[in-house]
């Protein structure tokens, strides 16, 4: 099978700009998850989807969105961009249909780095 | 709320040594999985192995072994025979069954440097 793929994998934007991050998860999969890592915060959660519903959400400002389609690919948004969202952005992608919830294991991606200058 | 720490931000040892990364969680849920990734330079996260908290069985997956105690909150991995190729960062994360806080919790990770 095929992995998680993420598109484009670099970026570069500048400040004020807004952009939209693209995953397509392993075939068959139906969870995509979004994390941002950063060298100050680490990897933090963004947010899940689960056939075209969002599921969880991290603390994030609602400047970040994100949405899934039908084929469960999914897309990230960010508007109106600061510096600090300069991040490599990973998006998962696990069962999600598992009797218990935290036992799908989540496949990453190779992430999309956005500099924002 | 759930929390993963490991302590070592950075390690380097020499080929052919063995190494441990230590990860210690808190979480107040029963049930809940443990992992490990690997994160080579190119970025992305490579899943190494989930353990969920009812099963405290060490695993060994050729050079790589893991040590699971519940008494300690403590899920150890340790590299035998390291190789170069094994440098990268490792996290160890977390993630619990209730509710909906169904994302993983992440370590700040553990910069490992084998060399030659």
């Known amino acids: 099978k095929a992995g998680v793929t993420q598109t484009p994998r670099y970026l570069i934007k500048t400040r004020g700009q807004q952009v939209t991050l693209s995953c397509s998860p392993i075939?068959?999969?139906?969870?995509v998850s979004w994390y941002q890592q950063t060298p100050g915060q680490g990897l933090q959660f963004l947010f899940e989807?689960?056939?075209?519903?969002?599921?969880n959400k991290g603390n994030f400002p609602g400047r970040f969105s994100g949405r899934q389609f039908s084929n469960s690919r999914s897309e990230m948004n960010v508007s109106t961009l600061e510096l600090g969202d300069s991040a490599l952005y990973l998006c998962?992608?696990?069962?999600?249909?598992?009797?218990?919830?935290?036992?799908?294991?989540?496949?990453f991606g190779p992430g999309t780095r956005l500099t924002v200058l | 709320a759930q929390k993963v720490t490991q302590a070592q931000t950075e390690i380097s040892v020499v080929e052919k040594e063995d190494v441990t990364l230590d990860c210690v969680y808190e979480?107040?849920?029963?049930?809940?999985?443990l992992f490990w990734y690997k994160q080579p330079p190119s970025g992305e996260l490579v899943f190494l192995i989930r353990r969920n908290s009812f099963d405290e069985q060490n695993e060994i997956s050729g050079r790589y072994s893991w040590n699971f105690q519940k008494s300690t909150s403590s899920f150890n991995f340790t590299i035998t025979a390291s190789q170069v190729v094994d440098s990268a960062v490792y996290f160890c994360a977390l993630i619990i069954s209730s509710g909906s806080a169904r994302q993983l919790t992440f370590g700040s990770g553990t910069q490992l440097t084998v060399l030659p």
């Open positions: 979480t107040r849920d029963t049930t809940y999985y």
């Open positions: 075939s068959g999969h139906r969870s």
């Open positions: 998962a992608s696990s069962s999600g249909t598992g009797g218990f919830r935290g036992t799908d294991t989540q496949y």
């Open positions: 989807y689960f056939s075209e519903t969002q599921r």
